[in-house]
C-alpha cells in the first residue's frame, strides 16, 4: 500500500528554523504533484507550498521568502525548509502527494497524517 509519513516537526522558538520531510514508501510508478498544507485549530486547511514534476514550485504569500520546498525524486522525498518562523506558522502540517501505484498505473491524491509545528514567542 501507499503510505505518505511526515517527520520533522516539533517546538521551535520564534526566528528558529525546522526541516520537514514526507517520505512516501510503497509499490510506486511514479510521484507527480506534491505539497505541504497546514491546519490550525478550528481553521481551514490551507496550502503552503507544492512542487510539481517538472520542478515547478508555488509558495505561499504568508510564507514566501522563509519557506523553501524540494524534493528527492530517487527516495520519493519532499522536504519543507523553514526559517523565520512566527508564531503564526504553528499547526499541524500535513504532507500530499499524486501518486501512481504499481497496482494500477493511475493516480490518485495520497495524505499523510500530519506532524506538529509549534512556535513559541
Known amino acids: 500500500q501507499v503510505q505518505l509519513v511526515e517527520s520533522g516537526g516539533g517546538l521551535v522558538q520564534a526566528g528558529g528554523s525546522l526541516r520537514l520531510s514526507c517520505a512516501a514508501s510503497?509499490?510506486?510508478?511514479?510521484?507527480?504533484?506534491m505539497g505541504w498544507y497546514r491546519q490550525a485549530p478550528g481553521k481551514q486547511r490551507d496550502m503552503v507550498a507544492y512542487i510539481a514534476g517538472d520542478g515547478n514550485t508555488n509558495v505561499a504569500e504568508s510564507v514566501r521568502g522563509r519557506f523553501t520546498i524540494s524534493r528527492d525524486n530517487g527516495e520519493n522525498t519532499m522536504y519543507l525548509q523553514m526559517s523565520s518562523l512566527k508564531p503564526e506558522d504553528t499547526a499541524v502540517y500535513y504532507c500530499?502527494?499524486?501518486?501512481?501505484?504499481?497496482?494500477?498505473?493511475?493516480?490518485?491524491?495520497?495524505w499523510g497524517q500530519g506532524t506538529q509545528v509549534t512556535v513559541s514567542s
Open positions: 510503497g509499490s510506486i510508478i511514479s510521484i507527480n504533484y
Open positions: 500530499a502527494a499524486e501518486v501512481a501505484p504499481d497496482s494500477d498505473g493511475r493516480f490518485h491524491e495520497y
